[in-house]
């Protein structure tokens, strides 16, 4: 009967992945890594431009965006997707199934859309310097609009996610298309040239004009050689010192997510299955070790900040100072309270902004 064939359901041996110990071990040792300084330094990043004012600037707020995004895909994305196809199964519920699904589509837009928006609003910054600039009002709104045209961009895929069940403890989430139909390749192509073509074309054509316009400023200034050129000759090495910590981001979201771009583009033309070339091992290896660069870059991101620059590090020093300083600042020695230290909080960095590039000097070329 129903209640029996659901107990023979549950009794049967799980389709997981057979791998070996070793191997697992490997796996589980190298997301755990990412994880926990992706979660740690993408909230330094957070935390940074939240508790300091000084550095909310247009720039560092869509930097800080692109955190959030990063690690959004720590919390849901770097462990239950890994794990779904390890069980081949869902073990997370209906609820996560949708959310799991609609956050990790998105989040995939959200970082190449961001970079996109801080390379537009910089060239606008190098090439026209004395006009109206984005303000951080008007930045937060932008993020408010690329983290909502993502979702619209994933309503078709939306739509197909289904979740059902198999008896009481096997359940599935997946993304149903009529086998007959290309709307599946045809839908993943577009959303592949959306979300990376687009963002790459723009972020390009950008960086090339900054380029261009800061080096032609730098020719001008060293024909000058006047000493009265140096503090525009600072800016435009802080600006080319901006743009190269820019390039490394993009450098990073391109490099960490064109292989597990390609690996879903031959999975949606069933390619990958077919491959004779690859044992059924091999496979399995080849979608973690994809995936698990994908969320390496969510990790490479508050690395670069930290490598290229020492406000970032800086401020970061500065804030567990205060903490620890709030926390022994004064003592009480025979009922008088006596001051130890001023909290460093007091004493804010010489430079102003998290990105050593402050908006507000920018306009002095």
Same mark, same amino acid.
């Not at 993408?42 to 560092?60: A, P």
């Given at each position: ?58 720039? $560092? ?103 059902? %069940? ?11 298309? %009529? ?43 060293? %024909? ?66 994809? !995936? ?15 490598? !290229? ?5 800086? !401020? ?6 205060? $903490? ?17 230290? !001023? ?23």
């Amino acid at each position: 009967d129903e209640d029996t064939l659901f107990n023979t359901t549950c009794d049967l041996p799980s389709d997981r992945i057979d791998m070996p110990l070793p191997l697992k071990f490997m796996l589980i040792s190298a997301y755990v890594f990412v994880g926990v300084l992706s979660l740690i330094g993408n909230f330094l990043v957070l935390l940074v431009v939240v508790l300091r004012r000084q550095t909310r600037t247009v720039t $560092n707020i869509f930097i800080s965006s692109v955190s959030a995004a990063d690690l959004v895909i720590t919390l849901v994305s770097l462990w239950a997707t890994p794990m779904a196809y390890y069980e081949r199964r869902w073990i997370f519920g209906r609820v996560m199934c949708y959310v799991v699904s609609a956050i990790q589509g998105a989040s995939l837009i959200w970082a190449p859309f961001t970079l996109a928006a801080i390379a537009v609003d910089r060239y606008m910054l190098v090439s026209s310097p004395y006009k109206p600039q984005m303000s951080p009002k008007t930045s937060l709104l932008v993020i408010i609009g690329i983290w909502s045209g993502a979702f619209l961009v994933l309503t078709p895929m939306l739509e197909h996610v289904e979740y059902f %069940e198999m008896g009481e403890c096997t359940s599935f989430c997946i993304e149903f298309w %009529e086998p007959t139909s290309e709307l599946r390749l045809v839908y993943g192509i577009c959303v592949l040239m959306i979300r990376s073509g687009l963002p790459l074309i723009v972020i390009s054509f950008c960086h090339w004009r900054i380029a261009t316009i800061l080096a032609s400023h730098g020719r001008k200034l060293q %024909e000058r050689r006047n000493t009265s050129e140096a503090t525009s000759a600072a800016d435009i090495k802080r600006k080319q010192r901006l743009q190269k910590l820019l390039l490394s981001m993009v450098l990073i979201f391109a490099v960490s997510s064109f292989p597990i771009d390609l690996f879903n583009v031959l999975q949606d033309i069933d390619l990958v299955y077919k491959m004779s070339i690859l044992s059924e091992e091999g496979k399995n290896v080849l979608f973690f070790l994809c !995936h698990w660069i994908a969320m390496a870059g969510c990790l490479l991101n508050p690395l670069v900040y930290a490598w !290229h620059n020492d406000n970032f590090r800086a !401020h970061i020093k500065n804030l567990f100072s205060a $903490n620890r300083s709030s926390s022994f600042k004064t003592i009480v020695t025979n009922g008088s309270r006596v001051d130890l230290t !001023h909290s460093r909080m007091d004493h804010p960095l010489n430079t102003t902004t998290l990105l050593d590039a402050p908006d507000k000097d920018d306009v002095k070329l």
